[in-house]
């Protein structure tokens, strides 16, 4: 098995084993993002979101950049989207610069450096919380992802 499919099927357990994360009622989120627009989790009900706490320093998390891209846009419009959640101390011209430098489009916004967030504990970056349709934490990962991996991960849940 090369090391690739190794580390797509590697993610996509991690996530399948992480689903006893579920909590029993939706969380509650809202923020602004860079483009000064309020993101409310509650908009997206319906929707499964795939919320991202990432770094511009962070290497695996610039390297999920388009893995999150490609899911998002792929989905966007029926299924799933990605939500960004920066955690840095970066001026906000220098990240939107950035962001346009790796082509990413999903909504972003700057949030605190915390390790208690309302999804769960964020021990390193890049963390990310998979909300189900219900707005329920479905699963969480730590370490970059691959689009292949989430959508596996959906498909198995819908499928249950």
Not at 20 to 36: N, T
Not at 115 to 121: A, E, S
Not at 129 to 154: C, D, H, M, Q, Y
């Amino acid at each position: 098995m090369s090391v690739i499919k190794s580390a797509v099927l590697g993610a996509g357990l991690c996530l399948f084993l992480l689903q006893s994360l579920v909590q029993a009622e939706p969380v509650k989120f809202s923020a602004v993002d860079i483009d000064g627009k309020a993101l409310r989790l509650s908009d997206y009900r319906g929707k499964w979101v795939l919320v991202n706490y990432w770094a511009t320093w962070c290497m695996p998390c610039v390297k999920e950049l388009p893995e999150l891209e490609a899911f998002h846009n792929r989905h966007k419009e029926n299924k799933a989207v990605v939500l960004g959640l920066n955690m840095e101390s970066i001026k906000l011209d220098k990240l939107r610069r950035f962001l346009q430098s790796k082509a990413v489009t999903y909504p972003i916004a700057q949030v605190d450096m915390a390790v208690n967030t309302p999804f769960g504990t964020v021990f390193g970056m890049p963390t990310s919380f998979l909300i189900n349709p219900k707005g329920e934490v479905a699963a969480r990962e730590v370490g970059a992802l691959t689009a292949e991996s989430l959508e596996n991960f959906i498909e198995r849940s819908e499928a249950k």
